[in-house]
């Protein structure tokens, strides 16, 4: 099945800073590449998502880049602010995890300092 | 905001009890998950289902069993806790379309003495 590996698993940084955190997948078929924001007591949330036949994709203070080549796809978050504190996934859908299916990287925790 | 709802957020009980857990939406979507949260964070797929009367395995074993008898409700239920049951239980939606795009519920915390 489709293997999805998420790098940091932790990272720390000052506010105003940026953050970009990485991951690979083993399906070439994959095709939806979401990222999704869980805060403390909550459920995750969809923040922003990438379909394979773009390679970049921005809103505001936040971005996802795509390389299908090398499979692998990054959440960029720039200036970054205290309310940025929260464990970030990235997902993938494709044909091997069945279309209405994500399989979900490991998660990083992000902590951003005053 | 999306309306999901988990209950009860927090579930404390003893090995061998029957217990269930309840989701339920009130955004007509067709497709319902229920994932298990690790300490570690990882979260893994153990049911989902397309719509009423649909249920699948998901990634993940699991001993809990899954109903849809109705569009909005999608309940876990576990026959006899125990303590590696202990996680977290998050419940999630999807509307037709591309996607999937998952609406998560907060989860139910659910330990097992």
């Known amino acids: 099945g489709e293997n999805v590996e998420q790098h940091p698993s932790t990272l720390s940084v000052q506010e105003g800073d940026s953050a970009v955190i990485k991951c690979t997948y083993s399906d070439s078929a994959s095709n939806y590449f979401p990222w999704y924001k869980q805060e403390l007591g909550k459920g995750p949330q969809l923040i922003i998502d990438i379909r394979s036949n773009v390679g970049e994709k921005k809103d505001q203070r936040i971005a996802v880049t795509l390389n299908k080549t090398a499979k692998h796809f990054s959440l960029h978050i720039t200036e970054t602010q205290p309310e940025d504190s929260a464990v970030y996934f990235c997902a993938v859908r494709g044909e091997n995890t069945g279309f209405q299916k994500l399989v979900f990287g490991t998660g990083t925790r992000l902590l951003v300092s005053p | 905001e999306a309306d999901i709802y988990q209950t009860p957020r927090y579930l404390v009980i003893g090995t061998g009890k029957k217990i269930t857990l309840e989701c339920s939406q009130t955004m007509g979507h067709d497709k319902m998950y229920w994932y298990q949260q690790d300490p570690g964070m990882e979260l893994h797929l153990i049911h989902y289902?397309?719509?009423?009367?649909?249920?699948e395995k998901g990634d993940l074993s699991s001993e809990s069993t899954v109903s849809r008898i109705r569009t909005e409700h999608f309940p876990l239920t576990l026959e006899s806790a125990r303590p590696s049951h202990t996680s977290q239980y998050l419940c999630?939606?999807?509307?037709?379309?591309?996607?999937?795009?998952?609406?998560f519920g907060s989860g139910t915390q659910l330990s097992v003495l």
């Open positions: 289902s397309y719509g009423v009367n649909s249920t």
């Open positions: 999630a939606s999807s509307p037709p379309g591309q996607g999937p795009t998952l609406f």
